[in-house]
């Protein structure tokens, strides 16, 4: 089944305890992009990834790092959380990205959500 | 960076009754999106329609890329409809933008 995971599903931490959040999907996609959700802002674009080693900031990059050392792994890492960074956090993969994923139509496929709360 | 309007915000249905959600966009876009997030948190891509009409059962969306905004058509609601409704748009970077959503619930 094509799928995109998240793990954990839910997390209780403590400010300032480093903490990862993994992202995986079975589809070969190039494309992966981490959003965070908070209420009456919708999504916001944290990270993306157009292929492995390849990543760039989205609009709230401040506080977050990602990696992508292999194309089906996309971990969002967290180095000092604060209670700002509570939210929903969402991974999403896609084949295309840009020019491309429009002239194709592609869409893109999302994890079931990581919900962090930072104390 | 691009800007994406959402309304209304929230909207209240009987079951049954039509409804038109609209998305508002600030600069020409290459990919436009529409999700439905069920109560769950689950999203599911519903179109991808950077221009022109499409159906999908009891849903269509319509955008006019010229005029910058995007329509979402919900006709004969059913309560499995309920939920946040958002565009997402991406103006030609790598980047997509997320409209703050609307959030509709559809009464029995």
């Known amino acids: 089944e094509a799928q995109v995971t998240q793990n954990p599903r839910y997390l209780i931490t403590v400010t300032g305890k480093k903490l990862t959040v993994t992202c995986s999907q079975n589809m070969n996609h190039e494309y992966m992009s981490w959003y965070r959700q908070d209420p009456g802002l919708g999504l916001r674009q944290i990270y993306y990834?157009?292929?492995?080693?390849?990543?760039d900031k989205g609009d709230v990059p401040e506080g977050y790092k990602v990696s992508r050392k292999e194309k089906r792994n996309f971990p969002l890492i967290l180095e000092s959380p604060s209670p700002n960074q509570t939210s929903l956090y969402f991974c999403?993969?896609?084949?295309?990205?840009?020019?491309?994923?429009?002239?194709?139509?592609?869409?893109?496929?999302f994890g079931p959500g990581t919900r962090l709360t930072v104390l | 960076g691009i800007q994406v309007e959402q309304s209304p915000p929230d909207l209240i249905l009987q079951e049954g009754a039509n409804s038109t959600l609209r998305c508002n966009f600030s600069d020409s876009v290459n990919n436009l999106q529409w999700f439905h997030q069920n109560p769950w948190g689950q999203l599911i891509n519903l179109f991808y329609?950077?221009?022109g009409t499409k159906q999908n059962g009891r849903l269509s969306a319509t955008t006019v890329a010229t005029e910058r905004y995007s329509l979402l058509y919900i006709s004969s609601s059913q309560t499995t409809d309920s939920g946040v409704y958002f565009c997402?748009?991406?103006?030609?970077?790598?980047?997509?933008?997320f409209g703050p959503g609307t959030r509709l619930s559809v009464l029995p």
């Open positions: 329609i950077p221009s």
């Open positions: 997402a748009v991406d103006n030609y970077g790598q980047n997509f933008v």
């Open positions: 990834s157009m292929n492995v080693e390849v990543t």
């Open positions: 999403a993969s896609s084949m295309f990205w840009g020019q491309l994923a429009g002239d194709l139509g592609d869409t893109q496929y």
